[in-house]
């Protein structure tokens, strides 16, 4: 059974197609790096993958589960455009809601220690409104690993951040891939997927034109898959 | 769509149009002055079927919405929009007649009766379910929340409907026999009302499918005009 | 039991967030205020008119005020894209929502219950007089004021012009609960014993409940869900 | 003349985008008539007690009508950051202030030509016996109306809670300028002169257009560049 | 004089100090790159250089005149965070409202040039509501350089841009610094930037801890500079 599946699967917005046909497997323990123009539809199959959206066509699988299924979603560790926590809380009041809304076992324990991982634990009380955005992107991190996901659906998660952000994400990443957590995560940052990724996916205008383990040119060249496919 | 069915189209509505004329013709000519009211009575043959219609428009947006969240196609989404603007088109006209009316026998165009004021509030809801739609960018989550609103918006409709049963109002309670089991209303004239609702139908129906196509159209060019965007 | 928890960790984060700052608690009483001097200076109640409008206008200032509460419910999420973070975790939409809703029922209570001793003062008006049956109207038709404001606030989240649509839409949605409750209100606070008749109102409130509650409990998950 | 060009400009952008989708008009024009139903039912209005209170309703309506307009003035400028382009360019402050007041002004106008006619329909006023003075009185307090929400619209478009704080803020700031504008227009719907005594109101809105205006003028700058 | 010059600049945020006492100069011609971590302030100070931004103490200036001088602000041309462009109004009407406002001559004919330059044309009577992300951000870049700017302000301009957009933005400013342009960007791509500048500036937690030309070893390992101050 595959970790993620997604089998013939369309999404229009309206009548225009902004995915089509998408059909692709990503297997548990893997890293799948998915590439695309602006505006090819990384966005959208994500949010498909995670539930958030629903296909007109086609069927999604998480673990071989509906992905709002409620033991696909305990499996998922998303991580979006916006952080998803909240202001007015603290770093440690929004941790502890989520460990508790994912029923994590000893939530107010887990979320200490997932302060301490991403290094907020000496401002653990400090309302998330007085944060820099690298501490809040942190939070993020810490506020989608906590229940230890066995998926992770990352949308451009380097974005905007500086060197130091990166390598905390690369590491944790890193680490989950090592235990066993199947990853995909969209991203124009070549340089920074390709450390992790050990499968490529490329899309154009809402097709999947490559689909593969990663060619041994990206590492040095990053962009040659575009000049590949680009123009398809 | 095909020939044959712009055919049946033109077909409907010239049948419309030609029951209606003589609808028409009937009510002025052939029916006698009411003894109360006089003549202004006989707007009662366009204001009591404008809200049947409306309301059969409102009632099938409804179901179409309910059908579009189960099913996920757009031809239902198609289909509510156009019903409820055509629905509200004659909400409209209910109103006005009721107010020429109102004006000629109560005096005053209107009066907070809560028949009235439902009527009003109903009218308000469904043009709320327009302003929703353009509000709305993306044809997906256009139509599934305005299917949502649509829903709770025929509530609505049915407290306009029952307000005459529930409270006391200055409007006038039931005249048709299916609602009051008969003696209201003098046979020939409930006949030619209950013509005049099913032509008033017709028409409707005409007017939905050429709303729908247009629907249709338009959306089909939005996706055109994106595929234009992508490339 | 799962359901429960869910719900009532979705209503706690609400409640403590909102208590934290009193942000739209404040703004939600002062314009209650506002909206009590407006009146009077538009109005200009003697006590014969006050008698007849005392219900009216206490649901038209709870109205107006509550729906700056309503309004921040489901924008609160937007902020950070939590709402995302919330439908992908594993509470199900049904419990958001009630969570939800029930974080608005207790600001909206506090709102009234700060409101209606100042419109007395205003307007020099014992409203007191039947306490119980007074209670009796205002927590029904306050859950029906809020379970179509939390819905339609959910519904209107990601619109362009939220703050355009959400009044042109509940307003009207709400009218049934609010006439039957400035109805009922009038009468109770005017120390009468309600009429045979009238109690078609009370019974429009709990049909009006029973209603909105499951249709928003059935359609929550459409809503929320792309 | 650079000056005015840019006004003018700024001026036809808003009521450009605003009369192409024709959104936050249709919202505003459907909300004043879900506001005068809802009055409705408050004052169950017979005969004796518009008379008294025709004025008071009116400017009631316009003005909880009118704020969805301004609300949206600047609150258009957030979505990508416009704001920030329209600063940095060389449009002065005042005439970008003033540009967008005249677009609110032509709005919140259009806005009330079209809610009198169904005002005089629904509440059976006949409203239109002085139609003159009643312009003379409505144009200078819309003024008033639309700097006072121009301007805290500008204030507030950067706060966190902008839809909260707007109604608490502006109307209580713009309660000289209703009430007179109330006053004066109950006696004129009502077809009579106005006694001598009440000239004050005339002159009190005159003086707070006056004065607001070059408040807001000498201190847009300020509230514009942080 | 200087094309931007800064001197003892101070903002406070609250009692937080974003910037400390920086002095910059940066002189015709030149193109700067002002790198640091999150939450070093170089949104801050670049929307002080635009002046969209009061400092509290120190004086800024722009070619000799204050940022709020009117021709300080005709010469400049800004890009932030948002497209600064408007979705209810078409390409076209977006680009000559600008074109009025920064009271260009022709503005119609020079609308159109840059609808073209950026490859809009063919959408040019869309509403931009409809556009594409990396469609808006072609016009936003259009928006910026259609009053042929001398001094250009951009934050973190290449931002979720895939390989295409951001070619075409490096154009522009590569022709744009060739006709003598002063170009002030902040970043974290490094990469990116560093093909465009020839003047680094780095920021530590709102102090300016390097100023100077780019040292050639950041061509090839962009983050030398970090780790050289990084932690300073
Ligand atoms: C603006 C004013 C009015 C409004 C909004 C209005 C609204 C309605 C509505 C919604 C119906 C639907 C009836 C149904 O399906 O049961 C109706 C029916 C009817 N209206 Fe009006 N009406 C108005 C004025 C009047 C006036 C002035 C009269 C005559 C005095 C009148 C006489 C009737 C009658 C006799 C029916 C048929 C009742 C029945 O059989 O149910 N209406 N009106
Ligand atoms: N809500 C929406 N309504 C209409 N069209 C949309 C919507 N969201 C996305 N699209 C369109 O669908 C296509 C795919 O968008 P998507 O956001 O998935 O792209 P992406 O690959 O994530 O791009 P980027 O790299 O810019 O983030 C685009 O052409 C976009 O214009
Ligand atoms: N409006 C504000 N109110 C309070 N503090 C702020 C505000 N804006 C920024 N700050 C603080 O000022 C500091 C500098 O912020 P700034 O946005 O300039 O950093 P940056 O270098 O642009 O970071 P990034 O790389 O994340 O964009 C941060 O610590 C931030 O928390
Ligand atoms: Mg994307
Ligand atoms: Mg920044």
Known sequence: MSAVAADGVWKYYGDFPALRAIRLSVEQGECLALLGRNGSGKTTLIRILAGLLGAQQGSVSIFGKDPRHSSAREAMGMLGHGIGVYDELSAYENLLLFANLYGVKNPGECAREWLQRTGLDHVASSLVREFSRGMRQRLAVARAFLHRPSLFLLDEPFTALDDRAIALLQGLLLEARERGATIIMSTHQLREAMELATKVALLNRGKLVFEGPRPAEMLQDPTWLYRQYGEG | ?231 | ?226
Chains 1, 5 share one sequence.
């Open chain 2, 1 to 231: 769509m095909t020939n044959m069915g712009n055919n049946i189209l033109y077909v409907m509505g010239i049948v419309a149009g030609l029951w209606l004329a003589r609808n028409v013709h009937e009510i002025f000519l052939g029916l006698p002055d009411e003894a109360a009211q006089g003549a202004i009575y006989r707007i009662l043959f366009f204001h009591l079927p404008s809200w049947f219609t409306c309301f059969t428009a409102f009632l099938l947006a409804g179901v179409s919405s309910i059908l579009y969240l189960t099913k996920k196609n757009l031809v239902y989404d198609t289909f509510a929009v156009s019903a409820v603007e055509v629905g509200t088109v004659f909400t409209v006209v209910g109103l006005t007649t009721g107010s020429i009316w109102a004006r000629i026998i109560w005096g005053i165009w209107w009066t907070w009766d809560p028949r009235l004021t439902w009527a009003l509030i109903t009218c308000i809801i469904y043009a709320g379910y327009l302003m929703l739609r353009r509000a709305i960018d993306d044809p997906t989550a256009r139509a599934k929340n305005s299917a949502v609103l649509c829903i709770f918006a025929f509530a609505s409709v049915v407290i306009t409907y029952k307000a005459i049963d529930w409270w006391r109002t200055q409007h006038p309670g039931a005249v048709l026999s299916f609602r009051t089991g008969g003696g209201r209303m003098d046979p020939a004239m409930e006949s030619i009302l209950y013509q005049n609702f099913f032509a008033l139908l017709l028409l409707t129906s005409v007017l939905v499918v050429l709303r729908m196509r247009q629907e249709a159209m338009s959306r089909e060019i939005e996706g055109l005009r994106r595929h234009a965007h992508a490339l």
């Open chain 3, 1 to 226: 039991m799962r359901f429960a928890r869910q719900t009532w960790t979705v209503a706690g984060k609400d409640l403590r967030s909102e208590l934290r700052t009193k942000e739209s608690l404040n703004a939600s009483i002062s314009f209650a205020v506002v909206i009590l001097v407006l009146f009077s200076f538009a109005v200009d109640p003697t006590a014969d008119q006050m008698r007849e409008m005392s219900g009216g206008l206490l649901w038209l200032v709870f109205s107006f005020a509550g729906a700056l509460i309503l309004n921040r419910s489901f924008a609160r999420e937007l902020g950070n894209d939590c709402l995302d973070a919330l439908v992908a975790s594993p509470v199900s939409p049904a419990a958001l929502f009630l969570g939800k809703a029930f974080a608005n029922y207790v600001l909206l209570l506090l709102v009234e219950l700060v409101t209606l001793p100042i419109f007395g003062v205003l307007y020099n008006t014992q409203w007191a007089r039947q306490p119980a049956m007074l209670a009796a109207v205002m927590l029904p038709a306050t859950w029906g004021m809020t379970v179509i404001g939390t819905i339609f606030s959910a519904l209107t989240v990601n619109l362009r012009m939220r703050e355009l649509m959400l009044p042109v839409i509940i307003y009207p949605m709400m009218i049934p609960v609010l006439m039957a409750a400035m109805r009922l209100s009038t009468i109770l606070i005017n120390g009468e014993a309600i009429p045979a008749d009238d109690w078609i109102w009370f019974k429009l409130i709990i049909g009006f409940d029973i209603i909105f509650t499951s249709l928003s409990l059935a359609l929550v998950e459409v809503v929320l869900v792309g």
